[in-house]
Nanobody, 125 residues
């Protein structure tokens, strides 16, 4: 099994920046594993934010392209999400996810095998 723990969430003003981290344990953080970030805003369903894998590289949802950057450090078993130019619509609980068997549906929740508990990101108006 894989345990994922997100950190770095909090309250940030409009236009500000925040960096989320996701620490993985319980299994080798291999380059074979795809990592993703999803978020769930109040009153909305969980949605894809970004993913990174050696098969598809780094990809991000249209809503965050140019503002969010996903990266990983396999040696540290950690994946990051750098969030810049934050908007009120970015307010959500952000979840880290691991895909042990990367497939073509990198933006679908069902593709991922393990999930973290989430970290709250609130962007003030």
């Amino acid at each position: 099994q894989v345990q994922l723990v997100e950190s770095g969430g909090g309250l940030v003003q409009y236009g500000g920046s925040l960096r989320l981290s996701c620490a993985a344990s319980g299994r080798t953080f291999s380059s074979e594993i795809a990592m993703g970030w999803f978020r769930q805003a109040p009153g909305k369903e969980r949605e894809f934010v970004a993913t990174i894998s050696k098969y598809d590289g780094a990809r991000a949802a249209d809503a965050v392209k140019g503002r969010f950057t996903i990266s990983r450090d396999n040696a540290k078993n950690t994946v990051y999400l750098q969030m810049n130019s934050l908007k009120s619509e970015d307010t959500a609980v952000y979840y880290c996810a691991a895909d042990l068997f990367p497939g073509p549906f990198w933006d679908a929740m069902g593709e991922y095998d393990y999930w973290g508990q989430g970290t709250q990101v609130t962007v003030s108006s």
